[in-house]
């Protein structure tokens, strides 16, 4: 018993030793302030590599950016030019590497059309991170004759109301206030569509073929048609329709490309169909898609700017459009020596007689116009302008087909009204080209017995155009407001107007813009 006490005794003497434990305890402190020391500065060190490798990874992301954009420019600039990408970018060199800051770029091109191409930016910082960003992009046109209809503010109310069958864009301004007044307002069997179906072979057999795409897995023919309304609501009543279900197995798109109505929303739509009867590629909630200065009503009292937006120099000042007309074009005024020229520009139609102004040489001239009554041809070349206060310009009569050739416009001072058949002699607008230009109204088919009228050309009035009965018209309107009547007169857009304009055809500069769509980060 004695011998085991002992053995207690000396294990509790042991545990109770407390000699060297302080030595122990600072080594075991030390080596867990050694493994955090050593585990922060290893998580510090990876926090360091990633933060760097993050930081060169977005880098490089705004380095691909940067050739986006760089390559969004040079498109643009190529494209207005000469209007094709198809043939060629100057500037462009695929796979080339260029350098961006601290590393660098290299894009790619899959052209799909003469305005359609997708671009892919690789985007490299230090030789070690790499980003990739793809996009589709489209050029476009910023032009009011890339439409079939470009409406001011109007006077009161609605700008267009009737029941008209429009094919191609429509543009209205409308009038801002507080509370959105009707810019458009279509009934019966009114609609605004996307197609050429329905037009005369008359008229179709004198323009271009309308450019193509590919919607709903077919190849159809499309106008790319869009309606866009600044200020105002659609009322749409009856059986009218903007755009229209889309149908397989036929040659044509029917639903418009976009619909931008004011400030988007429900609200901008009225009638007792409303939203119900459109039927647009982008819905029906988008708001109007351009800036409150972009688009402006050009008025005759304006400068004038060509299509490449140059004034020119009338006296120390530039010149308005009246002013432009005047010292730019053939003058014709109400002086004794131009009476005779006069009355012959005021009235012509198959009862007129031969004439040509100038009379001697008229082609040695910039500006002329020459009429044949025997085969019924009108030439024109230049501007043609009738400064009179208030000189009305009759054109046709009713049973008149009128063939224009030549690149000319005939600019009046009252109004100008057209009462028989008026058609480019060729082809409509890229061979012959009309403009009429009347400072008060143009008036289409709405004198006794017109009916069933088939016209083409570029008409500006800057108060008001009036096209009734059951007319077509290849072209674009362009005025302050409108009065369709209600046998649904036809008005057919020409793509490529815009670029074939007659000479001195008010809001004729174009501006070009770049589209994208589909943007996303991709990998290699």
Known sequence: MKKKNIINNKIKDLLLNQKGMALLTTLIFVFVLVTLAVALLTMTSNDTKLSALQRDS???FYIAEAGIEKTLYILKKEYESD???SDGISGYTPGEVVSFGEGTCTVTLDIKSSNNVTIKSKGKHNNRPTRYIQIDATVGNLSIWDNAIFAGSGQSGKVINGNVDIRGSVHILGTKGSTAMEALDITGTAGIDNNYDGMDSDIRSRITEPPSTVFAGETVETLNAKLRVK???????GNATVGDHDVSGNSYKETLDGVYVDDGGDDSFGGNQGADNVYSDNGTEKPYDFGEETFEFPLLTETYMDSEGNTYDCGGSECTYLQ????YGLNITDSVADTDR???ISSISSDTESFSIPETDPYSYDNYIIWDKDTCVLE????????????NIEIGNKKDQIKYSGTGTIVSKGDISVHGD????EFFSTTDSLGLIAYNDINLATGPGDSQLKMMGAFYAQNKITS???NQIAGTFVSDNFDMGTNVPKIFQVPGLENNLPPGMPGATITYTMYTSNWHEVHE
């Open 380 to 391: 024109v070349k230049g501007i043609i302008y009738a400064n009179v206060e208030n000189i």
């Open 231 to 237: 200020h105002g609501k659609v009322n749409i009543s």
């Open 324 to 327: 432009y007309y005047t010292n």
């Open 83 to 85: 209007q094709d990408w």
């Open 422 to 425: 008026l058609l480019a002699n």
């Open 342 to 344: 006069l009355n012959k």
């Open 468 to 470: 009734a009965k059951q």
């Open 58 to 60: 977005t880098k490089a």
